[in-house]
């Protein structure tokens, strides 16, 4: 009807409006997966009570039902605490004051798991294309496995033998170590990357996924080739944000599943994973004899008493002691 005002469009939904506060303030898109799941979460075990009218206690509750029922790790259990503090002060505009005393979750001193460097090569010999490439990138460079896949054709520094990893954990950029004996692979990599994003162009495509605000900055650094990933997907695939049809990298399952398959393949009797990689670089440069600030600037590791950790799993067994049945052994053989 002429003349009759329009009704009030109908307010953005709690989840989606905690996306938006997440991605305007550039946070990974794993932290914005991590938060929706918490906040819905809190919801569901709320028995689907609105965020706006549950308090501290209401939050420290949940947290105690984390510790407690669910048994999660402290480092879990944080990442909720962090999820409901984010819904809280940006979302719904109301800061959480002080938590009751919630139970916290126990923290456990945990070793890393470490492979041999034997155990390394029995694994790699068990993987082929860009399963192995990545693989000895984790090893030979310290990459965590989402650093490794996000690398982009400029992040390559052949004549430098230098890596730059772009936006690592908690949100820092470094430099790191491009092993020689890699070289040749990525380079094929990066050429099948490059005849991946011709074949894009021709059919009307070519656009990938830019860091923050560079996609307004540099209009045209989506399509060109230096941007693109070095372990493109083999589909194309919609953006969820811009909702445009890109080539996204390789998806992560994707490569854990093999390294996870070529570890079992290998016989190793230890619970390892793509990470273990990182954990072995690190301690195997510690027992080359490298200073541990150098393997802590290599890792991006903020603190050196998390770098300390590897120098308690050095292939030394018993912290280098000479068990004294060892030295009865030797008397009476």
């Not at 991605?23 to 075990?45: G, L, M, N, P």
């Not at 962090?82 to 070793?111: E, G, M, S, T």
């Not at 170590?177 to 011709?198: F, G, M, T, W, Y």
Request: a positive charge; glycine letters at 6%; hydrophobic letters at 35%.
């Amino acid at each position: 009807m002429q003349g009759q005002p329009l009704a009030n469009p109908r307010p953005p939904r709690l989840l989606d409006q905690l996306r938006h506060a997440i991605r305007v303030r550039h946070y990974s898109r794993q932290t914005e997966k991590a938060y929706v799941y918490w906040a819905r979460f809190f919801i569901r075990y709320s028995k689907l009570q609105h965020p706006r009218n549950l308090d501290e206690y209401d939050v420290g509750r949940f947290l105690t039902f984390l510790a407690v029922k669910r048994e999660v790790s402290p480092s879990t259990q944080n990442q909720a605490l962090n999820a409901l503090v984010f819904l809280y002060k940006h979302v719904l505009d109301r800061p959480l004051q002080r938590i009751p005393n919630a139970a916290r979750a126990k923290r456990r001193q945990r070793l890393p798991v470490v492979f041999t460097k034997d155990e390394v090569q029995k694994i790699l010999e068990h993987l082929d294309g860009q399963a192995a490439v990545i693989a000895k990138l984790l090893y030979g460079a310290g990459l965590r496995l989402m650093e490794c896949l996000r690398l982009r054709v400029l992040d390559i520094d052949f004549d430098r033998n230098e890596l730059f990893v772009r936006n690592g954990k908690g949100g820092k950029d470094r430099v790191t170590v491009l092993p020689s004996s890699v070289k040749e692979d990525l380079r094929a990599c990066i050429e099948h990357s490059r005849n991946l994003h011709q074949y894009d162009l021709a059919e009307g495509y070519g656009e990938v996924s830019l860091p923050y605000a560079l996609q307004r900055k540099y209009p045209n650094a989506a399509t060109s080739f230096p941007w693109q990933y070095v372990f493109p997907s083999v589909k194309r695939s919609v953006d969820p944000i811009s909702k445009r049809i890109k080539r996204h990298h390789i998806f992560p399952d994707t490569i854990q599943r093999k390294i996870k398959w070529a570890i079992s393949r290998s016989g190793i009797p230890k619970h390892g994973s793509c990470h273990t990689f990182r954990h072995s670089f690190a301690t195997h440069l510690l027992e080359s004899g490298y200073d541990i600030r150098t393997v802590q600037e290599l890792l991006g590791h903020k603190d050196v008493k998390t770098t300390e950790l590897y120098t308690h799993v050095l292939n030394r067994g018993g912290r280098g002691v000479v068990s004294p049945v060892d030295g009865i052994a030797a008397i009476t053989s």
